[in-house]
């Protein structure tokens, strides 16, 4: 047995139990710690699977932002947790759970491995048209033209994410801040950490979102970390998260979708379609929509880990 088949058969086992685990544990926040680490091993497979792209974003957002977001929502959920001692479920309605689960597991796996030798791919045709846009990343590549309309509306769906997580909020606290006031020892551990590690949190950041169009990375990646920057200062309370009815910060929500939707309104006047670049100006194009994303991306996911509006703007 060489080195990488024993890591792989090691990355299956530790995958598959903790899956098990994550769906077994009976405690929220075991469960989601659980999930986390889940993420985390599944950066590690695409890694192994060559797949970077998929790997960075996977580690950003699996195992970082998804996990902020379910840690918070059992914390709010912890007062209705069912204490240790409560009744379980009965035998019955657990084995018919099990057997769902089972029967859906077989269903997926029966899909792949059913699928026609080779498999139908139009990787070929995009490789072949790949140098219209001046863009060495295949996925980036893929991403920003090939599914360009599949790009655009993720970020109206972010957008709209937002908009339903303010919505929760009461009415009297529209046009306030989102979540609570952080308070922290202003020479503490966690301060000292967001004023050395944000400069380079940063810099990283960027750096993947120029890199994404021709190596592994890109805008979703570089700003999940600049997020991450955002709420590391906020959560050290080196500053407060802005006003809703801050005319700059709404500017920078729409910025995204807004840059993409006049891109392709201009591929519809001036070119063949709906987001057809021009040739000459097809890679600067999709710069321009890939800085405005960063942004957009940024700010959303740091709105959505900060929560519904609970405070006024007054300070």
């Given at each position: 047995m060489t080195f990488a088949l024993a890591l792989h058969i090691a990355l299956a086992g530790m995958m598959l139990g903790l899956a098990a685990w994550t769906i077994a544990a009976r405690e929220t926040f075991a469960a989601v710690v659980g999930f986390v680490v889940y993420g985390l091993f599944l950066a590690l497979v695409w890694v192994?699977?060559?797949?970077?792209?998929?790997?960075?974003?996977?580690a950003a957002i699996g195992g970082g932002l998804n996990g902020l977001l379910l840690l918070g929502a059992a914390a709010r959920l912890r007062a209705a947790e069912a204490p240790a001692d409560a009744e379980?479920?009965?035998?019955?309605?657990?084995?018919?759970?099990?057997?769902?689960?089972?029967?859906?597991?077989?269903?997926?796996?029966?899909?792949?491995?059913?699928?026609?030798?080779?498999?139908?791919?139009?990787?070929p045709a995009?490789?072949?048209?790949?140098?219209?846009?001046?863009?060495?990343?295949?996925v980036t590549n893929v991403l920003m033209a090939f599914r360009a309309m599949d790009t655009m509306l993720e970020k109206v769906v972010l957008l709209l994410a937002v908009v339903g997580v303010w919505s929760i909020a009461p009415d009297h606290f529209w046009g306030g801040r989102p979540g609570v006031r952080h308070q922290a020892d202003p020479q503490g551990t966690l301060a000292f950490l967001a004023r050395v590690l944000t400069p380079f949190g940063i810099v990283v950041g960027i750096y993947l979102s120029w890199t994404g169009a021709s190596h592994p990375g890109g805008a979703f990646q570089g700003a999940t970390i600049l997020a991450a920057m955002w709420l590391l200062i906020m959560m050290a309370g080196l500053a407060d998260t802005p006003p809703m009815n801050a005319r700059r910060l709404r500017l920078m929500l729409i910025a995204g979708p807004a840059v993409f939707l006049l891109v392709g309104l201009g591929g519809l006047a001036f070119g063949a379609a709906f987001l057809a670049y021009p040739a000459a100006y097809a890679k600067p194009l999709i710069l321009a929509i890939e800085a405005a994303m960063v942004l957009t991306v940024a700010i959303t996911l740091g709105l959505l880990v900060a929560g519904p509006p609970e405070r006024s703007a007054a300070p």
């Open positions: 192994r699977l060559d797949a970077l792209d998929v790997a960075l974003a996977e379980r479920p009965g035998a019955s309605l657990r084995l018919l759970a099990a057997l769902l689960s089972a029967t859906v597991a077989a269903a997926l796996a029966a899909a792949v491995l059913l699928l026609p030798e080779p498999a139908p791919t139009l990787a995009a490789a072949a048209n790949a140098a219209a846009t001046g863009l060495a990343n295949p």
